[in-house]
Each structure stands twice: as structure tokens, then as C-alpha cells.
């Protein structure tokens, strides 16, 4: 009996983070800082599953790396973007005037770090090493 290996499929967690990303925009204060936050964190938090997805039909080698390495950088984005949110929602929490703190559930900055860049980066040196098929690489064993 062969060994039951649990496959890290990133594209399903990449989806789930985009989910997070939009439960986040919608609980941010429809205030100018607020949508213009949600309009960013919109675009580069919900990218980075679209863009892993277009890089697994890649035409070749080099547009593979391009694409995964532009799913990489949208991560860091959306990692920055997290944090001014999270800044701002201390500062509220911390302010006398007894403003409160719109809801953020469960972002961690770090989360789209942790969970995916490293197997981006992975698949990035992957797609550049001499690979047969590098469109049908399995990342992140």
C-alpha cells in the first residue's frame, strides 16, 4: 500500500485569501481613506489566484516565472495594505474619543506571507530550472 501524500493545492488556498481579502473591503468604514484602501486591497488581494491560475498555461518557461512572479508581488502588496489596516484600527482602538474600530476578522498581515508567497517562490525557481513540463509542476510537497 503506497504512501497517502496530503497535495498542498495553493490555488485553493490563494481563492480562500481572495474570499478573506473581500470579507475584509467590506468591513472597512465608507469613509474616503476607507475606499480607497478597499479599492487597492480589491485589486491586489484578489489577484493573486487568477494570476497563479493563468501561470499554470503558460506559453512558456519565461511567461511562467512572469506570472507567478506577479502573483508574488500582489501578495506583498496586499501584505502592506493589511498592515496600514491594521495600524489605523489600533490607532482608533488607542484614540480618547471614543471612535471605534471598524471590524477586521481574523487578518493576520502575515497570513498571505506565510501561507503563499514561499510556495510562489518555489514555483518560481521550479519554472526556472530545467524541468520536462515545467506547466505541470506540483509545488509546495
Known amino acids: 500500500m503506497g504512501k497517502k501524500t496530503k497535495e498542498y493545492d495553493l490555488e485553493d488556498r490563494l481563492?480562500?485569501?481572495?474570499?478573506?481579502?473581500?470579507?475584509?473591503?467590506?468591513?472597512?468604514?465608507?469613509?474616503?481613506?476607507?475606499?480607497?484602501?478597499?479599492?487597492?486591497?480589491?485589486r491586489s488581494g484578489?489577484?493573486?489566484?487568477p494570476n497563479y491560475g493563468e501561470a499554470q498555461s503558460a506559453e512558456?518557461?519565461?511567461?511562467?516565472?512572469?506570472?507567478?512572479?506577479?502573483?508574488l508581488k500582489e501578495l506583498r502588496e496586499t501584505r502592506?495594505?493589511?498592515?496600514?489596516?491594521?495600524?489605523?484600527?489600533?490607532?482608533?482602538?488607542?484614540?480618547?474619543?471614543?471612535?471605534?474600530t471598524f471590524g477586521v476578522s481574523g487578518v493576520d498581515p502575515y497570513l498571505c506571507q506565510e501561507h503563499?508567497?514561499?510556495r510562489i517562490e518555489e514555483g518560481i525557481e521550479n519554472g526556472r530550472r530545467e524541468l520536462p513540463s515545467y506547466k505541470y509542476l506540483k509545488i509546495g510537497h
Open 46 to 49: 484578489t489577484s493573486p489566484a
Open 15 to 42: 481563492i480562500d485569501f481572495a474570499v478573506a481579502m473581500i470579507d475584509t473591503v467590506e468591513a472597512l468604514p465608507s469613509t474616503r481613506a476607507g475606499n480607497h484602501i478597499a479599492g487597492q486591497l480589491l
Open 116 to 118: 503563499c508567497d514561499s
Open 60 to 71: 512558456s518557461r519565461r511567461d511562467f516565472i512572469h506570472k507567478m512572479k506577479i502573483a
Open 80 to 100: 502592506v495594505w493589511l498592515r496600514i489596516i491594521l495600524k489605523k484600527v489600533i490607532h482608533k482602538a488607542c484614540n480618547s474619543s471614543g471612535v471605534g
